[in-house]
């Protein structure tokens, strides 16, 4: 097998044991960070997967004890998987991308996650927006969007009756939903990607990025959810 999944192993940086493939995944664990190593595990878990159908019990219980591994690695960040359900059902390749990125950079680069979160909100608002034949003119901010969306949605406080049990809290929570992008952008304009900033400027860390994220996702699976079951 070469190393052409996986072109970034040849860095100069990985081989600092040894240029056999074995000894540059070691180093690899070592100098990646926890998320990056188990989406990698995972990765070569698959791959080993699609080409060995039939498995001896033994190699089965091998393969589960990894992908046990590679989970509790992940487990420091927000999942994206119930996001990237909604990406296939809805054949949106530019979100895919954006999932990738966040996937990519939550650990390696906050500011690239944070600025691709606010993103992500903006673009699911405008999938569900075009699907709902709502679509939006020109370059309308988050805001603007969220508002358009949670509206066409009836996701907004004015839609809760008052007589309906809990509707002071159900309508706090639907105003809420609108505040998390313009968060985001507030916070990407400060700390993320997309503006010049001064040479010595320092971001914020992988803590945040993953708060960003989370925000991020959470908001955008509800909407994709509420979408899938109230559209006809």
Request: hydrophobic share 40%; net charge positive; charged share 25%.
């Amino acid at each position: 097998m070469t190393m052409d999944w996986f072109p970034g192993i040849r860095e100069e940086k990985y081989a600092s044991a040894g240029i056999s493939k074995a000894k540059k995944l070691r180093a690899f664990w070592k100098l990646e960070p926890d998320y990056t190593v188990g989406t990698l595990l995972l990765a070569l878990i698959d791959y080993d997967a699609s080409l060995n159908a039939e498995k001896t019990a033994e190699a089965k219980a091998l393969a589960d004890t990894c992908r046990q591994i590679a989970t509790r690695l992940l487990a420091g960040s927000p999942s994206l998987n119930p996001l990237k359900e909604h990406t296939k059902v809805l054949n949106a390749n530019h979100l895919a991308k954006q999932i990738q990125r966040l996937e990519a950079s939550v650990e390696t680069d906050p500011s690239l996650a944070i600025g691709t979160a606010k993103e992500l909100i903006e673009t699911c608002c405008k999938t569900i927006l075009a699907e709902c034949g709502k679509p939006i003119s020109g370059t309308p901010d988050v805001s603007t969007l969220t508002k358009e969306t949670l509206k066409e949605l009836k996701l907004v406080p004015e839609g809760v009756p008052d007589a309906a049990r809990g509707a002071d809290v159900i309508k706090r929570l639907l105003s809420n939903l609108g505040t998390i992008g313009n968060g985001l952008a507030e916070l990407r304009g400060l700390y993320g990607t997309g503006h010049g900033k001064h040479g010595s400027a320092t971001g914020l860390g992988v803590r945040h990025a993953k708060l960003a994220v989370g925000a991020a996702a959470t908001l955008t699976v509800f909407l994709f959810e509420t979408h899938k079951e109230t559209k006809p």
